[in-house]
């Protein structure tokens, strides 16, 4: 939503957003962070892995501080739009991302370059290739977001 508070670059860079209810939160990167701040911007979506919320020493004001921007991802389209190719490429994947009919035993094709865009034969694919070229890019963000590598988050606990 805003940036104007953002640029205290002793203490901490300052984004304001609305989160999927509509409410509003401050978002607080620590200066050394790296991470590339003139993609924070209004249209944008900022997708923050294991969140965590803080509070100012007033114990009234709540923020979101981003310790690792590991877990940070800026992607330059609004929400709504991130949430329509959600729907269609990746709640409905026992579906034809072209013709919407039910892939029975696995896709027959898919897209090599983003992997979410199932089709349920070669023409289907070819037909919908125009369009999906459009979303292609969205959609390997998104799969960014949604693939969790889970032996990266999860430490092993030795037994004895």
């Known amino acids: 939503m805003d940036d104007s508070l953002s640029h205290m670059p002793d203490f901490f860079h300052r984004v304001e957003v609305r989160d999927l209810t509509g409410h509003c939160n401050s978002v ?14 209004r249209g944008a979506t900022l997708f923050v892995r294991y969140a965590a919320k803080a509070y100012f020493s007033d114990l009234m004001t709540q923020v979101i501080k981003v310790d690792d921007c590991s877990y940070v991802k800026v992607i330059p389209r ?3 739009d991130l949430l329509l190719l959600s ?10 991302s072209a013709c919407r009919a039910p892939l ?13 865009a199932q089709y349920c ?3 289907c694919m070819a037909r ?15 799969m960014d977001v949604i693939n969790v590598d889970m032996d990266r988050f999860i430490q092993p606990v030795p037994f004895r």
């Open 28 to 41: 607080l990167f620590s200066p050394e962070q790296g991470l590339d701040y003139a993609s924070l911007r």
């Open 78 to 80: 609004g929400l709504d």
């Open 87 to 96: 729907h269609w490429y990746f709640a409905g994947r026992a579906a034809c």
């Open 104 to 116: 029975g035993g696995g896709p027959a094709a898919q897209c090599s370059a983003c992997e979410a």
């Open 121 to 123: 034969s070669g023409e």
């Open 128 to 142: 919908h290739a125009g369009e999906h070229e459009q979303h292609c890019g969205l959609c390997r963000q998104l």
